[in-house]
């Protein structure tokens, strides 16, 4: 298993324009979180990300570890951007290679739910009707 991740304010396209192919795997997943027009039923531009640098990054290959060891054989690799995401546009990417597609997505939304709980990001969303 091998497991990549990154935080920073590289969008998720460029991000996602240096990964190479899998010839061991069949299938490679891609979950993009996208931020949503609205937050609490009132229209944002987006969402301002921050995280507590010295620690978002030790959880995330601390999660990677434990995956590592629950699901042997994948590769993953996570990035979250920080900084303002504009609504429509993906803040986080999990990419997950297996064998079979089945495990993929099983593997990607365990990612995402241990991401969720305990990975020091914030979200500030950004209000339409309260822009400068």
């Keep these: 298993m091998r ?4 935080i920073s ?11 190479e192919p899998s010839t061991k795997h069949g299938a490679d997943i891609r979950f993009h979180g996208a931020v949503r027009d609205s937050e609490d039923e009132r229209e944002i ?3 301002d990300y921050s995280f507590y640098e010295g ?3 030790q959880e995330l290959n601390r999660i990677g570890e434990v995956m590592a060891a629950d699901y ?6 996570v990035h979250h951007k920080v900084g303002f995401v504009a609504a429509g546009e993906a803040s986080i990417i ?10 993929g997505f099983d593997i990607s939304r365990e990612y995402l739910r241990r991401i969720k709980e305990t990975v020091p990001i914030w979200k ?9």
């Excluded at 042997?72 to 690799?77: E, I, M, R, W």
């Design 94 to 103: 999990i990419r997950v290679q297996t064998a079979h597609s089945a495990e």
């Design 124 to 132: 500030k969303p950004v209000f339409v009707d309260e822009a400068p």
């Design 55 to 57: 620690m978002a990054l």
């Design 72 to 77: 042997p054989d994948h590769l993953a690799f």
């Design 3 to 6: 497991f990549f991740a990154s």
């Design 9 to 19: 304010e590289k969008s998720i396209s460029e991000v996602e324009s240096t990964f």
């Design 45 to 47: 531009s987006g969402i």
